[in-house]
């Protein structure tokens, strides 16, 4: 008989018996509408270390160029050894490395899960929320966490290999007694794509109303979300659509308007791109690197092949990667500074990129994506840099657009968590990197760009490996 539980975070007790580690010990039923609010934001709150951690794949990609031991923190120096450098260096076996979001991931679609299921049957005790809103922002996060777990754990979509290609379980209701068996990818990506469709049939808030909210969906956060599926998938048709029926929408914060200090810019201004307060902002949930204490970015320092992506002089975005000592070296280094505030999950300038690059695929439109593309690009340099950026822009053909989109991505983004699954979904190229005097390459097209499942995962679901 199905088991299911419908649980509030704070009575939550997790066990690791169960296949996935949700097991509730504690259980609280809730029973009205306002109920099911709090165990929604509840299940926000539970995405929210998994889809901050998403951004330590910055360790795997070709943004981290060294480690900086003199400056690490408890990510960087586990109690066994130096487990980020596991990370860094692709050796997922040996069993030391800081493993990726996974347990997170399921609670919070067990939550979601629990929202779906018991919804409808909840007294309406508010005229504040309305179940449809709560029903669509369940299915909205359901989708969501199962799209990070495809793009960490499985392979990246190939659609002519993509139904026999290993993805992730599934958990589409609760109960603690099913087996949850790794499904296809091709499975994932439509259970996907399916989720945001019921989302969208009962969602009814067009935008969050302040940034209180800006964590949560709504249906802008929905088809900008679709965008990014899309374009992962090569749907370029469908990704050009999404994204192009939001750009009269999205704003683009002009970064010489902001951060007037010579020297450095200032991370707390509220207009910045990355920050929940942007009028860029368009879904608010994760937080990427930034130089605060406790993160990891300050024992990671950037790549030479990063760096060289920037325009010093002209890229206003310069202004928040700050040039240090590495105290056992003594060699200049660079880290990005960002405010403890730094809140982005998907903003305007993704908006503009994904139809850019949607476009740079289909006929007749280079010209339109290099115009999406120097539309940001007026909004991120100087005038005199912008102006340079559209002449170089205007000369290329598709193969270079395409690959100074992907720059600009790598600008944009970085240290955010996108740079990794860029690479994968796209050119997965050579990287090769240095640690402790020894040089230790990733090979194009390496088995390595897809994570195995996490130890700890494995474990507990011997399912996992059938």
């Known amino acids: 008989m199905k088991k299911l539980a419908y649980i509030f975070l704070s009575a939550l007790t997790l066990s690791s018996c169960n296949y996935l580690d949700i097991t509730p010990v504690g259980q609280v039923i809730p029973g009205s509408v306002s109920e099911y ?19 330590y794949t910055c360790l795997l990609s070709d943004e981290v160029g060294s480690l900086d031991h003199s400056s690490a923190s408890g990510f960087l120096v586990a109690s066994d050894g130096e487990a980020a450098s596991y990370n860094f260096r692709w050796e997922y076996t ?20 629990a929202v779906i299921e018991g919804i409808g049957s909840a007294s309406q005790d508010t ?3 309305s179940k449809d809103q709560l029903l669509g922002e369940a299915y909205a996060l359901r989708a969501y966490c199962h799209f990070e777990l495809i793009n960490l754990y499985g392979k990246w979509y190939d659609p002519t290999t993509a139904n026999t ?11 603690i007694e099913q087996s949850y068996r790794p499904s296809s990818v091709a499975a994932v990506y439509q259970q996907i794509l399916d989720d945001l469709k019921t989302a969208s049939d009962h969602m009814q808030v067009d935008v969050q109303p302040s940034t209180d909210y800006s964590y949560r969906f709504s249906k802008k956060v929905l088809t ?33 308007e902001t951060n007037p200090s010579e020297n450095l810019g200032d991370p707390d201004d509220e207009r910045l791109p990355w920050l929940p307060t942007s009028p860029e902002n368009i879904l608010a949930l994760d937080r990427p690197f930034g130089g605060f204490g406790g993160d990891i ?20 975005r310069w202004l928040f990667i700050s040039e240090t000592v590495n105290m056992e070296t003594w060699e ?10 730094a809140r982005t999950s998907i903003r305007s300038s993704e908006v503009y990129l994904i139809a850019a690059e949607a476009a740079a695929h289909l006929d007749g439109k280079l010209d339109e994506a290099k115009g999406y593309l120097t539309s940001l690009q007026a909004k991120r340099f100087t005038p005199e840099g912008a102006e340079a950026k559209a002449t170089a822009v205007a000369a290329l053909d598709q193969t270079g657009l395409l690959a100074e989109i992907a720059d600009e991505r790598a600008r944009e983004f970085l240290l955010e968590g996108h740079r990794w699954l860029d ?15 020894q040089t230790y390459t990733l090979q194009a097209n390496d088995s390595r760009y897809t994570l195995p499942y996490p130890q700890s995962a494995i474990e507990n679901n011997p399912e996992l490996n059938n």
């Open 37 to 55: 609010r709090a165990l929604l934001t509840e299940a926000y709150g539970t995405a929210y270390p998994a889809t901050s951690s998403h951004s």
């Open 94 to 113: 040996s069993g030391n490395m800081q493993e990726y979001p996974w347990l997170y991931y399921y609670r919070t679609i067990f939550l979601a899960n």
């Open 127 to 129: 005229n504040l929320e």
């Open 165 to 175: 290609d290993r993805g992730v379980p599934l958990a589409l209701y609760n109960d």
């Open 224 to 256: 900008a979300f679709e965008a990014r599926v899309r374009l992962y998938m090569g749907q370029w048709q469908e990704a050009y659509d999404k994204a192009t029926s939001l750009l009269a929408s999205c704003t683009l914060q002009d970064m010489n």
């Open 297 to 316: 970015i300050y024992g990671t320092c950037l790549s030479d092949g990063i760096l060289s992506k920037f325009d010093r002089d002209n890229d206003r």
């Open 332 to 341: 200049t280094v660079y880290k990005v500074s960002r405010s403890t505030s």
């Open 423 to 437: 690479l994968r979904r796209t050119t997965r190229p050579q990287i090769v990197k240095t640690y402790d005097g």
